[in-house]
């Protein structure tokens, strides 16, 4: 029994380590469908305005020091590619609707601010429960595969966990467009 036990544990193991850290292990995660309220309380954000569209979605808190660092970069972005047709969604969560407007106010954001209050977007989309986090979203709704800092979101979908840098978010933004 013993054996039988070591056996598929060892399966196991292999493969986990048998996927490169670039290639994803089964076919490409779509974008879940959902429904989430604007910030602005001015409605609501589907999945399925989104598509046909590439996407950055964004997943941020007002309390998080590293989103406040990307929070001006995805503004920039936003303004520089929104007339390629890109769609930057910021989604909010574990904040007061003051703070998270308070947020939105000092850093200017124009892009749309949904609220993920039970964190169900992200449960959908990451196995991983952080912020920030970044996923980029092909215009046939798959969730890119392009390698990042190594994170895996559920089913292989890469994503960026932690503060974006620059060059890195110009480049994702690019290989999208």
């Not at 493969?15 to 076919?27: K, M, W």
Request: proline share 6%; with cysteine.
């Amino acid at each position: 029994m013993l054996s039988l036990v070591a056996l598929v544990a060892a399966i196991a193991l292999a493969r986990l380590v048998s996927t490169p850290a670039g290639e994803q292990a089964g076919p490409a995660k779509k974008l879940p469908g959902f429904v989430l309220p604007l910030l602005s309380g001015e409605g609501a954000k589907s999945s399925r305005s989104l598509e046909g569209s590439p996407v950055v979605i964004n997943f941020w808190a007002s309390w998080c020091l590293p989103c406040r660092e990307e929070a001006p970069l995805l503004e920039r972005a936003w303004r520089t590619y929104r007339d390629d047709g890109l769609v930057i969604i910021g989604v909010n969560a574990r904040d007061s609707e003051a703070d998270a407007k308070s947020f939105v106010r000092e850093f200017d954001i124009t892009y749309p601010v949904v609220v993920d209050e039970h964190l169900e977007l992200m449960h959908k989309v990451s196995s991983i429960e952080g912020w920030p986090q970044t996923f980029f979203v092909e215009r046939d709704g798959d969730l890119s595969t392009v390698p990042a800092r190594g994170n895996r979101g559920r089913d292989g979908a890469t994503v960026d966990l932690g503060a974006l840098e620059s060059a890195a978010l110009k480049r994702r933004i690019e290989a999208l467009l």
